[in-house]
């Protein structure tokens, strides 16, 4: 073999995989536990949210005309690979802890979204703790759950409001980190054990919605 064959072997090993979206990429799909979110926030005057999932400039347009709301965007999924690429997931949970530096009780509203199912229970439990603190007695927090087997599939959604909020648009994007194991009902009420489910809503595409709040 040549120099130049060398050459080209070494590049096509070295290349990363080709991001390969699901099948059923960005689906359209309704919500039933967004509106009961927005919901308990309008009575508040410019409530404070925080976003965990990446900058969607038209959710942040959709929630500022819905409730006039401080929003801080706290991208997480960034956060999550960029710990998986240099080799600090043992730290990961420690950075979650000390991630959010809001004053307890001064949030009224979290969106979570599917972030806790990309996480270890241990790290789960740091960041669960850390949202219940940062959330005001009423406050509310959204998260979905997956209830599939996981497959390994490693990818992201980035979760876009559509249609007034009746559905949400779930947009693939890649991920150095894949689902981890999907957690029982009884887990997840476990991690918020500081919060109580106010709805819970199970969707077709095997997904399901927890709207908590917490106790006054």
Known sequence: MGLLDRISTRKIESEPAVFQPPADSDPLFPTKALKKFLATLTSRDAPVLIDLGPVVGSNIAYFGEQLGCKIFVTDLFADLDRHMRDGMMEQFGEFVAKKFTQEAGSV???LCWDFIDYLDKPVAQ?????LTRVLRP?????GFFGTAPQNGDAY???FIVSDEGVN????AYPALRGRQTSLLNRDIIKLFSGLRVSDSFLLKNNQREILFRKPA
């Open 138 to 142: 009423e406050g509310a927090l959204l």
């Open 126 to 130: 740091k960041l669960a703790d850390q």
């Open 156 to 158: 992201y959604n980035k």
């Open 168 to 171: 949400l648009r779930a947009r």
């Open 108 to 110: 009224d509203g979290v």
